[in-house]
């Protein structure tokens, strides 16, 4: 059997391995009896889902496993992700399951789990339910009739969430802004317009009818360039889009300017280093953030802890140094006083609250930074061949990094979700990254092929 849980869970086209119901009964009931594996307690698991088609197969085919083996479900229906990892923890439950392929398009879908401390699962407790799936050690003989758990609907779930969101930021009044909101016709889609507009924003939204199909087309964190068009159009004071899990956020201004997650880690880190909140003095992003992010907090006195791609990096590096702000340019932003993961609301609400606090719009409160010129391009690749093994695409990187030396960078990686090669070129002029970034896909090309 292949390797299951890549960086972000499982994931994968719908109906084609492994995402198919015969691997998701599977799944449930590995997380069973993972979670209790003696049989000695009554174990409960939260399940959630985003808005795609293939998410009523998959989450019947999960409580199926679950229930089999003697776990009880709570189906909390479409919910955005961190606020299934929220009701995780307020429910008491033992593991949250959100069925969702976040950005990806409608035809892919994927499984995240959580502990009942509401953060993702380790690598090590992966490895043991893959170990579990694998050896076909998931026989449900042993649980009598009397014992098959049960499954029950928790009615009020997007209540408990919205206050939740809401008392993060204690109820911060946000009336006098107008808002564009992107929903991605994902999980947010009915959830964050009622928060927004609870707390007095005038919200015009969009991204809100979804259909099985249509989630993050066109629309989202990975496609903002309707939501700039509304809030120029509708002299909106800010633009907010989330992905399909809303996990992420992207923002613009009100001039239509996309506004990142360095950008949002930047502002808050430096909102809270202002007032003494700022746990360490420090905060922690991966690599890719850009270089004037890097310049900028130095500037300020801001220590920056650095990962590797990937939200679940960051919040384990959070975790150990005991941090409170963190996260990825591509907008996953945690705000570990609050969180356990990227929740593309409750940034909103905390950079909303901080534009009225302050009294200043989202591009002032941006303008701490010079963002150096920065192209990213994804080749699609029929196989993950080491990258060390490519020497085309070694030497133009080396020969890159001779002409760039300080100023600038390149960043070559696989993607940890799909099969794609990602190189990423950051230089003092668009001229040299067009330059470069051209070089270097060449060579890949050369020796991957599309």
């Known amino acids: 059997m292949t390797k299951l849980f890549g960086t972000d869970g499982i994931r994968g086209k719908a109906n084609t391995y492994p995402i198919t119901p015969e691997l998701a009964l599977l799944v449930g009931k590995a997380v069973a009896k993972h979670f209790s594996a003696d049989g000695s307690k009554r174990c409960r698991a939260v399940l959630g889902k985003d808005t795609r088609l293939s998410g009523y197969m998959l ?47 409608a035809d892919d879908n994927g499984i995240k789990l959580f502990a009942a401390d509401g953060f993702k699962l380790s690598g090590v407790e992966t490895d043991h339910i893959e170990q579990l799936i694998a050896d076909a050690a998931l026989s449900s003989s042993h649980i009598a009739n009397r014992m098959i758990g049960k499954a029950k609907r928790i009615e009020d779930a997007r209540g408990r969430y919205i206050e939740f969101a809401k008392s993060s930021v204690r109820n911060h009044s946000l009336k006098g802004l107008k808002i564009v909101l992107d929903c991605a016709n994902g999980a947010a889609y009915s959830i964050a317009p009622t928060i927004f507009r609870e707390l007095g924003a005038e919200v015009i939204p ?10 993050n087309a066109g629309c989202g964190a990975t496609h903002i360039e309707k939501m700039c068009e509304l809030v120029k159009l509708h002299r909106a004071d800010v633009g907010i889009a989330v992905d399909g899990d809303a996990d992420r956020v992207i923002f613009c201004d009100a001039n239509g300017c996309e506004v990142n997650g360095d950008r949002i880690i930047g502002m808050v880190a430096l909102d809270y280093l202002s007032r003494g909140k700022l746990a360490g003095n420090s905060v922690v992003v991966t690599k890719m953030s850009n270089l004037g992010f890097f310049r900028a907090m ?153």
């Open 206 to 215: 969009f991204g809100i009818a979804p259909d099985g199909n249509n989630i």
């Open 59 to 105: 989450e019947n085919a999960i409580s199926a496993g679950l229930l089999s083996m003697g776990m009880d479900v709570l189906e909390v229906g479409p919910m955005p992700t961190p606020a299934v990892a929220h009701l995780t923890r307020s429910l008491c439950a033992d593991c949250g399951i959100m069925i969702t392929a976040s950005h990806n398009p």
């Open 298 to 450: 130095e500037e300020h006195g801001i220590k920056i802890v650095t990962t590797d791609v990937g939200d679940h990096n960051v919040i384990e590096a959070m975790r150990e140094g005991h941090f409170n702000v963190g996260g990825e340019q591509s907008g996953h932003v945690i705000f570990m006083d609050y969180v356990t993961t990227g929740d593309g609301i409750i940034t909103a609400l905390h950079v909303l609250k901080l534009m009225k606090q302050r009294e200043r719009s989202l591009a002032e409160l941006a303008d701490f930074m010079s963002v150096y010129p920065q192209k990213m391009v994804n080749l699609p690749v029929r196989e993950k061949l080491p990258l060390e093994t490519l020497a085309r695409l070694q030497e133009a990187n080396a020969a890159c990094k001779v002409v760039l030396g300080n100023s600038g960078r390149t960043m070559i990686r696989y993607s940890g979700t799909e099969n794609k090669l990602r190189i990423l070129v950051e230089a003092p002029s668009e001229t040299l990254v067009d330059e470069w970034l051209e070089k270097l896909t060449s060579a890949a090309k050369s020796e991957l092929g599309e």
